[in-house]
Structure formats: structure tokens, C-alpha cells
């Protein structure tokens, strides 16, 4: 392992993630045996996320020093949700039904009892691992992962400062939240590339996700050409240009509403990244029912990919899989929390019998927020991309009041001795 990082420009970070990603895409395309072989057990997406992380555990990037994330998230992001949700039908999203909402609140359901379980058991465990970093009680930590697998960083933030958490048990279980979370992350994407065996396993009913990549897969080649210049460029306009847009409701909303509640500091509806979120989703959802839809045809979905895997790649650099063997003990009861997590999605997954994207999305939309719960959605189809970013911001409003409910029970748990 390198002492020093080997590429601190951003220039030349992104030049290395363009090119990874441009190698993923062209062998993926060859028909040759090897290659078919290799991608039918290893999903491009997944490769897309895993590929930037090894080059950043062996020091060659640094996700940490590189602001490609930054850019990404608050640009490419945004972008990409608007040309994504561009041609979609609203209507047969909400024909999806209820169950997509289920699972969601099923995955927050996990993460709120998952943490105590949690602390009780790697205190049976080891007591010592559960007592405190650096002189403060590790619950208190636990509660800023609790914020941001509900909710996201702005949920994250408001529980540092509730519960006085100190800058290195802070920092600490940052890396236990990424870590673990990017972890699931992976098995999730490889999940969408054996959906249909699981779902059969589930024996869930996907009519409706099946007619609605049906509907769109009719859509795109109804509309289809071979796009031009100008094409291209309206599809770029369209998206950065409401990116903009979105941008400037996000910078000037938090603050109109702070004036109005401030008891709203701290949550999500105070948080800029929020707002973008939400605006940019709608901008798109509103596009949908003009003639803006018919540049679906000209490669409006193929450009909001593109700006999607990009994301993912910088998503995928910081992550530093020899981060583990740091603190173990940490790492436990993060691990442990999130197969609490997973177990419940599993159970109520089986028994409502829902479609495995149902899981997936709920969960993300729960761990990863909105930078990364369209990433699971499109895996399955780039259609399904809104109903991610739909769910993610109903994680955002709800981050707050689950993350504090864990938090306390934590507490109860820490101060009892049980664990």
C-alpha cells in the first residue's frame, strides 16, 4: 500500500473513473464467452461501484481528498433524476401500490430496533467493545449512524449535536456508516442481477414493475431517433438547466423556512441537499407531461445514466474496504445492525410477498439516501430510477423522528447494563 496518495488531482481522478467506467461498458458488450460468462455472475453496475473502491484502498485515489463526490452528488445527481424521471408515467408508479412503501418503512423499522439488538449483543459479547471511545459512551456514537441510515447527512449532523457526540467517535463511526452501508450496497446490486430467482423464492406478484418496463421500453421505441447535435444539446439543457433551477429553490427554502420553524434546525426540511432533491424530482415528474418527453427518443435516460454511473464511481472511491480492520469492534455492531435490518425487510418481504426491488429500494432508500437509492432502483431498470429518489425523500422527512426513537432506546439499553 502506498504511504501517499498516487493521484491528487481531480482531473486526473475523474480521467481514471471515465475510463474504468468506458472499459466496464465495452467488454460488457463482447459476446465472446469469457466475458458473458463473467458478467452474467458479476453485474456491470456492481463493478461500476467496486472497481473505484479497490483503487482507493490501495491508495492510488483518495475519495476523502477528492471533491468528484461533491460534484456529482450536487450536479450530476440532480441531472440525472430529471432525464430519468422525464419519460416516466406517473400513473404506473402509482399503480406500483402500496408495497413499495411497506418495505420502506419495514427497512426503518430494522434500522430503529437494529442498533439496540445490536449493542446488547456484542455487549454479551464483549462489554468492552460497547463502553466507550476515547472517554464518551459508544450509543452516543451509534445515534449518528441511526440519522443517517433513516435519513442522511443532515439527519446525521442533527444527532451529533443532540447527543454531544465528540469529533473521534464522530469520525469513527463515519467510517463504520460507509463502510457497512457501501458493503450492503454491493450485495444489493448484485441482488437486481438475480431478481427473478428471488422473486420467485418470494413468490411475488411483479405484474406492475413488468408493465411498467414494458411501457417504457414501447415508449423509447416509438419515440426513438438518431439524436443530433441540437438533440443532445436540449437534453443537456434540460437537465443542468433544471438542475439550476432546483439549485436556487434549495439555496433560498431552508432559510425561508428556519424564519418561519425554527424549530426545524437540524432536520432534513433545513437542509439544502434535501430540497434539491425533491425539486429536481419534480421538475422532471412535471416535464413528463409536456413535449419534453418525446427527447426520451434523442437519449434523454441513456445521458441520465451516464451522469448515474459517474455518481456511482465516486461513490465507489470512498470506500476503503481495509477501513475494517481498524476498529473491529465497531465494525461488529455495525454488521450486526444491518443483518437486524436486512432480516426484517426479509421477513415482511415474504410475507406481503413483494417483488425484490421492493426490498432493495426500501432499504436504500433508508441506508443510502438519494444519492444512491436510484442507483439500486436503475440496476433493475433505468425506468424504475424515480421510485428510488420517491422513497429517498420520504427517508429525509422521516430521518429525524426514527433516528432519535433508536437513539433512545440505545440509551435505555446502555444505561440498563444490559449489554
Known amino acids: 500500500m502506498f504511504e501517499n496518495t498516487l493521484l491528487t488531482n481531480d482531473a486526473a481522478v475523474l480521467g481514471l473513473l471515465v475510463i474504468l467506467l ?38 492510488i485515489i483518495n475519495g476523502e481528498e477528492s ?25 404506473s408508479i402509482i399503480n406500483l401500490g402500496p408495497k413499495a412503501g411497506i418495505m420502506f418503512l419495514a427497512g426503518t423499522v430494522g434500522i430503529i430496533i437494529g442498533g439496540p439488538i445490536a449493542l446488547i449483543i456484542v455487549g454479551f459479547i464483549n462489554p468492552e467493545i460497547v463502553g466507550a471511545v476515547d472517554g464518551q459512551e459508544v450509543w452516543r456514537g451509534l445515534t449518528t449512524v441511526a440519522g443517517s441510515w433513516i435519513g442522511g447527512g443532515a439527519n446525521q449532523a442533527a444527532m451529533k449535536e443532540v447527543y454531544e457526540v465528540s469529533e473521534n467517535l464522530f469520525s469513527a463511526m463515519i467510517t463504520v456508516d460507509v463502510i457497512v452501508a457501501n458493503v450492503w450496497m454491493a450485495f444489493l446490486l448484485y441482488g437486481a442481477g438475480r431478481s427473478k430467482s428471488i422473486d420467485q423464492w418470494f413468490k411475488s406478484d411483479t405484474t406492475a414493475i413488468e408493465e411498467l418496463k414494458h411501457k417504457m421500453e414501447n415508449f423509447q421505441a416509438k419515440v426513438a431517433k438518431i439524436p443530433t447535435t441540437t438533440d443532445i444539446m436540449v437534453i443537456v439543457a434540460i437537465g443542468l438547466g433544471a438542475t439550476g433551477l432546483a439549485h436556487v429553490f434549495a439555496d433560498y427554502l431552508p432559510p425561508f423556512i428556519l424564519s418561519i420553524f425554527p424549530g426545524a434546525e437540524g432536520t432534513s426540511f433545513a437542509s439544502s441537499f434535501f430540497w434539491l432533491v425533491v425539486f429536481a424530482t419534480t421538475f422532471g415528474l412535471i416535464m413528463s407531461f409536456t413535449k419534453l418527453r418525446k427527447y426520451e427518443g434523442a437519449g434523454a435516460s441513456k445521458i441520465g445514466s451516464i451522469f448515474l454511473y459517474v455518481l456511482v464511481a465516486t461513490i465507489g472511491m470512498k470506500m476503503n474496504i481495509l477501513a475494517i480492520f481498524e476498529n473491529l469492534g465497531l465494525f461488529l455492531i455495525g454488521f450486526i445492525w444491518m443483518i437486524i435490518h436486512v432480516a426484517v425487510l426479509l421477513l415482511v418481504g415474504k410475507l406481503i410477498k413483494a417483488p425484490f426491488f421492493f426490498t432493495a429500494v426500501g432499504s436504500q432508500a433508508n441506508v443510502g439516501g438519494a444519492a444512491s437509492a436510484p442507483i439500486v432502483a436503475s440496476a433493475f431498470h433505468p425506468a ?10 420520504l427517508g429525509y422527512a422521516l430521518g429525524t423522528y426514527g433516528a432519535t426513537a ?13 449489554q
Not at 465495452?26 to 483503487?55: A, E, H, N, Q, V
Not at 471533491?67 to 400513473?91: E, G, Q, W
Not at 433508536?406 to 444505561?415: D, K, W
Open 406 to 418: 433508536c437513539a433512545e432506546i440505545m440509551r435505555i439499553v446502555s444505561e440498563s447494563g444490559m
Open 22 to 59: 468506458a472499459g466496464i461498458f465495452y467488454t460488457s458488450g463482447i459476446k465472446t464467452s469469457f466475458w458473458k460468462k463473467f458478467y452474467t455472475y458479476i453485474p456491470m453496475l456492481l463493478l461500476c461501484y467496486f472497481l473505484p473502491s479497490i483503487f482507493n484502498s490501495l491508495n
Open 67 to 91: 471533491n468528484l463526490y461533491f460534484v456529482a452528488s450536487r450536479y450530476l445527481l440532480p441531472a440525472s433524476l430529471v432525464l430519468l424521471t422525464l419519460s416516466i408515467d406517473l400513473k
Open 384 to 393: 424504475l430510477a424515480p421510485v428510488g429518489a420517491l422513497l429517498a425523500v
